[in-house]
């Protein structure tokens, strides 16, 4: 476990952007009936979702978002010096998206860009490693961009998967200022758990081919998919989230001095309403402490922590407010942030 502190680094913009077409998941009923499909809808609690079109990336959402939040607070892109995107549906194998990022908004060729390849914690990562160089490396402003297109890489016919995932895209600009004070993080992971999500065929070391992309009948329920697209053993995925996650949020606030009360907001990862819940309760948390876009927007992988934050905290930001971030997935990888926001300004999220 890496548990972090830094100081004077924060967020001071943020945006986000999802598709226009909206899923509407009890008529989501093309491979499964309609009982079905209510049964898995009602455990989950994601009730619409947003579908990126075929000619749109994650990059795409995040470029609108970034777009909207540069306009919005009048940023000169000559000043921005930092450019880390994260996602695991990124534009190409190569080069990094976030380099072509660079360009597309019109950045300075003194920018330094890069990509993080990470699953569900990936926003809290990229925060970590964007304020580590912030506060040593002498940069003024960056943009940490996320984005994902997860409902293209995920099969339509199988049930433990098909009604969960979503597509969005965020921008945070973050900046140097003494106001943020002290934010803390907790970084983890656990390759042993590396097949609890995963996706088999596509990469180097089982290359795509005819039999990857093949459909195929995988377990006794007739859940249909090919070796290309993803797969989740939810159950071994909760019992993973009850034995780690309560106990790094209560390390993260032990490391920090800090206890529940002093928490304005919790924003978890937006894996589905049971998990959500079962946090909940066994941290004793305020509903109105926990924020949700899980019914709005699905399982956006990394993007769901911040857009939720988006989403739900436009208008209750304007005074300094203290947040706990907490994320979990794929790797397993799994993080906790707290940090403050300071008259952060939210602006509207864009549909593409």
Known sequence: MAVIKFENVGITALSGAVPRTVIDNYSYTQHFTASDVKEVVDKIGVYERRFADENTCSSDLCFVAAEKLL??????????DLLIFVSQT????????????????????????????????????????????????????ALLL????????????????????GDAGVAALIENDVKFGKSYFSMNSDGSRGDLIRIDGGGYR?????????????DEFGNRRN?????????????????????????????????????????FHQANK?????????????????PSTIEKY????????????????????????????????????????????CNCRISEIVEL
Request: hydrophobic content about 35%; some cysteine.
């Open 71 to 80: 306009t919005d607070n009048n940023i000169d892109r000559n000043d921005i």
């Open 274 to 290: 049971f998990i959500n819940s079962y946090l909940s309760k066994k941290l004793k948390l305020n509903p109105l402490k926990t």
């Open 90 to 141: 990124p534009d190409y194998r190569m080069p990094a998206t976030s380099v072509l990022m660079q360009h597309r908004l019109g950045l300075p060729k003194t920018t330094v860009a890069f990509d993080l390849v990470m699953g569900c914690s990936g926003f809290i990562y990229g925060l970590t490693v964007v304020y580590a160089l912030m506060q040593n490396g002498g940069f003024k402003k």
């Open 227 to 267: 070796d290309e697209q993803g797969y989740m053993n939810g159950g071994d995925v909760f019992n993973f989230v009850i034995s780690e996650i309560p106990n790094d949020i209560k390390t993260l606030l032990n490391f920090s001095g800090k206890n529940m009360d002093d928490i304005d907001y919790f924003v």
């Open 206 to 218: 089982h290359p795509s081919s005819i039999e990857t992309l093949t459909e195929k009948v995988v």
């Open 298 to 341: 699905g399982n956006t992988s990394s993007v769901s922590v911040p857009i939720t934050i988006v989403s739900e905290l436009k208008d209750k930001l304007h005074e300094e407010k203290s947040i706990l971030l907490s994320a979990f997935g794929v790797g397993m990888t799994w993080a906790t942030g707290l940090i403050n926001l």
């Open 146 to 165: 996320d984005g994902e297109t997860r409902s293209k890489v995920y099969s339509p016919k199988d049930r433990r998967t098909a009604f969960m995932f």
